[in-house]
């Protein structure tokens, strides 16, 4: 791939890619966007950089990446800055989503040991394992913020979501790891097992967006690019906290069901590298946040040695896409909008493209991992 995808044209549109981030605003078409509504995946506080949900956490969480990578004390400073000036401002509710932005600062905290960031990141693990509404059996119930109201949420009730595992589980991993607390590590390890026992689909190796108990089933059954995106990549972040500790049987499980994942996606992509939003449905449109996130799990698996290296030829193709997809502004393009649960395919085919924090962020992580694999 070295030789085919020069490391400079990776660079450079990396950079470019980072520089957008930290400017993201609303998009130019946001007037025609709101005439869609929720439908089509419209929710105000999804755009730009600035607001303190799960769209900016991933965003965040992609620029620390960087920054530990390039030893940036540009992007530190912004991270920093961001924290501070949102905490100044008032956080939104507590809730699934808006946990994301908390497993960038507990990481960056180990930098500034500030007591404000310190206090925020002890008391919302305490919150997570005292009072998040929990499913059946002790799922974490995926409540989320609102539409238009920070301080309210929705709860979906006795729904669970693949989203969850990126949104919450890894922070609170993270955080009983760093702390040596041991049921905060025990409870991340059970809403693993558990996601994976309710949405996981052992026909196809794939994984449903979402579980009901009220329902009793997996609603749509749609096999969805950016929810299997969050545990191609999400999963090995999370093992990789454990720097060898975690329990033997349950390791091989986890890397099972993701290897089991992977070789599902590979029969999936699609011609010109990218995944469908809907994986298995080629009408659906080829979507880059999803298929940046498969692309560096994939990558990280390669460069773990947990995949073989018949994965290559995959990644380099998704690569060569993804970059393809990068404007020369820097805006990451084909990425779809915040996509709560479907029903049908049709729910996720019509969710509206536009610029996300996430893209950005994701289509960094995936150009970071190229970097250091192919070297």
Request: hydrophobic share 40%.
């Given at each position: ?321 993804i970059l393809k997809n990068i404007d020369t502004d ?24 536009a610029p996300m924090a996430y893209g950005q962020s ?14």
């Amino acid at each position: 791939m070295a030789n085919e995808i020069k490391k400079e044209l990776i660079q450079k549109k990396l950079d470019l890619v980072i520089q957008k981030l930290m400017h993201l605003g609303a998009p130019e078409n946001e007037d025609t966007l709101k005439e869609g509504g929720e439908a089509i995946g419209f929710f105000s506080r999804d755009f730009g950089i600035k607001e303190w949900d799960w769209p900016q956490g991933i965003g965040l969480y992609g620029l620390l990446k960087i920054a530990k990578m390039q030893d940036s004390e540009e992007y530190r400073t912004f991270l920093h800055d961001w924290f501070k000036e949102n905490i100044a401002q008032g956080l939104p509710s507590r809730n699934i989503n808006t946990t994301t932005p908390l497993l960038t600062l507990c990481e960056l905290n180990e930098i500034y040991h500030d007591p404000e960031f310190e206090a925020l990141c002890l008391d919302w693990a305490k919150w997570l394992m005292e009072c998040i509404p929990r499913t059946r059996e002790g799922g974490f119930q995926h409540v989320t913020s609102a539409n238009g109201d920070r301080q309210g949420v929705r709860l979906n009730e006795s729904e669970m979501w693949i989203d969850t595992l990126f949104m919450t589980v890894l922070f609170l991993n993270r955080m009983g790891q760093k702390y040596g607390k041991q049921e905060w590590i025990d409870e991340s390890i059970k809403q693993v097992l558990m996601h994976i026992k309710y949405l996981y689909d052992t026909h196809t190796g794939l994984f449903f967006h979402g579980w009901s108990f009220n329902r009793m089933d997996n609603f749509g059954g749609v096999f969805w690019c950016r929810g299997n995106s969050w545990f191609t990549l999400g999963i090995l972040d999370y093992l990789d906290m454990f720097k060898g500790t975690l329990n033997q049987g349950v390791k091989a499980f986890i890397l099972d069901t993701y290897k089991a994942q992977v070789r599902a996606l590979r029969d999936l992509q699609g011609e010109d590298g990218l995944w469908h939003t809907v994986l298995d449905d080629p009408t659906s449109y080829e979507e880059t946040s999803g298929s940046a996130a498969i692309t560096a799990g994939i990558l990280k698996g390669i460069r773990m040695g947990i995949l073989d290296d018949s994965y290559l030829p995959c990644a380099q193709k998704a690569i060569r896409a993804i970059l393809k997809n990068i404007d020369t502004d820097g805006t990451v393009l084909k990425v779809s909008g915040g996509t709560g649960m479907g029903y049908d395919r049709d729910h996720y085919k019509n969710i509206l493209i536009a610029p996300m924090a996430y893209g950005q962020s994701l289509t960094i992580l995936a150009l970071v991992e190229a970097l250091e694999t192919f070297e």
